[in-house]
């Protein structure tokens, strides 16, 4: 159907944490998953690559652009899942998509102000370098 080659690291990681989140959901009860925190660093540590460095004056933004990723993959598959279970006229199935949307406007928005330099992120957890398999 659709080709799963991702060759840019930061999407192959936000591919992957939908992954871990619908296993979660799946399994309830299950211990967290350590490739979250693994893929959340990663994406953490290319941000970092391809970000100019702000000065310090610039206000900070809450939570890094992984942990953000990683809140968009939790509400993307919760809403795939509630469109395959629910249907699309379930008011519930709207509200977690109108969540996703709300989630996508707000990466949106993080990723211009970094790009113009009126955000800077906090400092990141650099965890373990995830193996290629996980990308």
Known sequence: MFSTTITDPICAAAH????????????PGFP???????LIAAIDR???RRTPVVDES??????TVGALIDRLAAAA???MHHLETLGGGSEITHR?????????????DLV????????????????????KDLL
């Not at 610039?58 to 939570?63: A, D, G, T």
């Not at 977690?96 to 949106?108: E, H, I, P």
Request: glycine share 4%; net charge positive; hydrophobic share 40%.
């Open 96 to 108: 977690t998509w109108s969540d996703f949307a709300d989630l996508s406007l707000a990466y949106r």
């Open 32 to 38: 967290e998953n350590p490739a979250r925190s693994v």
């Open 58 to 63: 610039i206000p900070k933004h809450p939570e």
């Open 112 to 131: 211009a102000d970094l790009a113009r330099g009126r955000k800077r992120l906090p400092p990141t957890a650099t965890g373990p370098i995830p193996p």
């Open 46 to 48: 290319q941000v970092a």
């Open 16 to 27: 992957a944490l939908t992954d871990v989140h619908r296993i979660a959901r799946c399994h």
């Open 77 to 79: 598959d919760l809403a």
